[in-house]
């Protein structure tokens, strides 16, 4: 279905995104924090910054998906059937449905279509037009797919036909060499890996039976972008390549700044940073407050590092002054809700600190303007949504339970 685009005629590309509810191993996945944003948001980012892809559709069987895909920009037309949302369901019957009754629904009929698995989240720039583009490109193409090269060769690999109390058998055979199993890696034939994050598909060929046709083109990718989250280890060195692996990529928010390698000062919030957020008044109106004893405790190897630290709170406590005492750093309090970037800005022309070395640690929406100032801006686990969004890197830990010592064990190892 040629649009009009200009003096030319542009294929109408359509981004499907399937999404069921029912994930066994890391449950409701699909939309679990990764990295600050919904984990189909970065599915749905990739289609929506596209310059080829037209329309983005989230395939989901879960009204809550639904409505968190529509918030991050995706369209929901239909609910997916649930015998097509099943453990054991395929790509195909999915895609087939999607097309189908966009037919007959709306008389949409796709040049491309494109899958982005969720589960494969880090993507890199132009990856999407580039796999479109080969497909259109190559008139023979029934599809294009991502691969990375093998991490392991599988002429090293072996079946074991009869049981462990027979011979082996090798896996694969290589013209021209006997035993591949005994050969150097560099003699044998080059293998690739299929991955996740992008396939580009005529539709003919999934109307015809096959999420691939007969004739697949192959896009490389930098295997530093592979990821697959199948559990709760993948998806935590996930969010560490998001955060640390200094890969340019399709994010649902701004793109994320590096950690300075050089971390002149560390800048805290008090309330839900080094606190829990919570507060315990007694009748004459004391308050006390819950903190972690590990924050204190790794301070003063922070500053023998070179790495000064500042509490900035907008509260009047002696409960501030008693825990940044405890802490052996400076509390600067009373900082108006509105001002506290501009009290950052000042502290920093004063003692003259370059804000690409700040790195600031907040939890609330007063905090969103210290993010700018800083050169890192660090969330808490436990931040609110906004914070979480807009910050550079979002803690393991929550404010009070070790939050502030996973920040300084991050800048005491780059110091290393």
């Given amino acids: 279905m040629l649009r009009p685009y200009g003096d030319i005629m542009k294929p109408e590309v359509l981004a499907i995104i399937p999404a069921r509810g029912g994930s066994k191993g890391i449950p409701r996945k699909n939309i679990r924090d990764f990295s600050g944003y919904p984990l189909i948001a970065w599915s749905i980012a990739a289609g929506l910054k596209s310059e080829l892809v037209t329309r983005v559709i989230v395939s989901t069987d879960d009204a809550e998906i639904a409505a968190v895909a529509r918030a991050w920009g995706a369209e929901t037309p239909f609910l997916r059937p649930a015998e097509?949302?099943?453990?054991?369901?395929?790509?195909?019957?999915v895609f087939v449905h999607a097309l189908e009754w966009l037919e007959k629904n709306e008389g949409y009929k796709p040049d491309v279509v494109v899958q982005l698995r969720p589960t494969s989240p880090v993507r890199p720039l132009g990856l999407?037009?580039?796999?479109?583009?080969?497909?259109?490109?190559?008139?023979?193409?029934?599809?294009?797919?991502?691969?990375?090269?093998?991490?392991?060769?599988?002429?090293?690999m072996w079946r074991l036909p009869a049981g462990e109390a027979a011979p082996m058998a090798n896996l694969l055979a290589v013209e021209g060499i006997e035993e591949p199993y005994n050969a150097p890696r560099q003699i044998l034939p080059d293998i690739y890996w299929q991955t996740g994050h992008i396939d580009a598909i005529r539709p003919a060929a999934i109307l015809n039976g096959s999420m691939s046709g007969k004739t697949i083109y192959p896009l490389l990718i930098d295997p530093?972008?592979?990821?697959?989250?199948?559990?709760l280890r993948d998806w935590v060195?996930?969010?560490?390549?998001?955060?640390?692996?200094?890969?340019?990529?399709?994010?649902?928010?701004?793109?994320?700044?590096?950690?300075?390698?050089?971390?002149?000062?560390?800048?805290?919030?008090?309330?839900?940073?080094?606190?829990?957020?919570?507060?315990?008044?007694?009748?004459?109106?004391?308050?006390?407050?819950?903190?972690?004893?590990?924050?204190?405790?790794?301070?003063?190897?922070?500053r023998q590092m070179g790495t000064e630290v500042v509490i900035l709170s907008s509260e009047v406590n002696p409960v501030v002054a008693a825990r940044a005492k405890k802490?052996?750093?400076?509390?600067?309090?009373?900082?108006?809700?509105?001002?506290?970037?501009?009290?950052?800005?000042?502290?920093?022309?004063?003692?003259?600190?370059?804000?690409?070395?700040v790195i600031y640690v907040g939890n609330d929406i007063n905090d969103l303007p210290c993010f700018e100032v800083a050169g890192w801006a660090v969330a808490v686990a436990d931040a609110q949504p906004e914070v979480l969004r807009a910050a550079d890197f979002v803690t393991r830990k929550t404010g009070g339970h070790g939050a502030v010592r996973e920040v300084c064990d991050l800048i005491l190892q780059e110091k290393k």
Avoid at 84 to 93: G, I, N, R, S, V
Avoid at 134 to 142: F, N, R, T, V
Avoid at 335 to 347: M, R, S, Y
């Fill in 128 to 156: 999407v037009d580039d796999a479109v583009r080969i497909l259109l490109q190559h008139a023979d193409a029934d599809s294009v797919r991502g691969i990375v090269p093998a991490g392991q060769n599988p002429h090293k």
């Fill in 327 to 357: 802490m052996r750093v400076e509390a600067i309090q009373g900082v108006g809700l509105d001002d506290k970037a501009k009290v950052l800005e000042n502290l920093l022309k004063e003692r003259k600190i370059d804000p690409s070395r």
């Fill in 84 to 93: 097509f949302a099943e453990d054991k369901t395929t790509d195909l019957p």
């Fill in 224 to 231: 530093n972008f592979t990821v697959d989250l199948d559990n």
């Fill in 237 to 302: 060195r996930a969010e560490w390549l998001v955060a640390f692996g200094g890969l340019e990529m399709v994010s649902p928010g701004r793109a994320r700044r590096p950690m300075p390698g050089q971390v002149d000062l560390l800048v805290l919030d008090f309330d839900g940073v080094v606190t829990d957020n919570r507060v315990w008044v007694s009748e004459d109106g004391r308050e006390m407050i819950a903190a972690n004893r590990g924050d204190s405790l790794i301070m003063t190897k922070l």
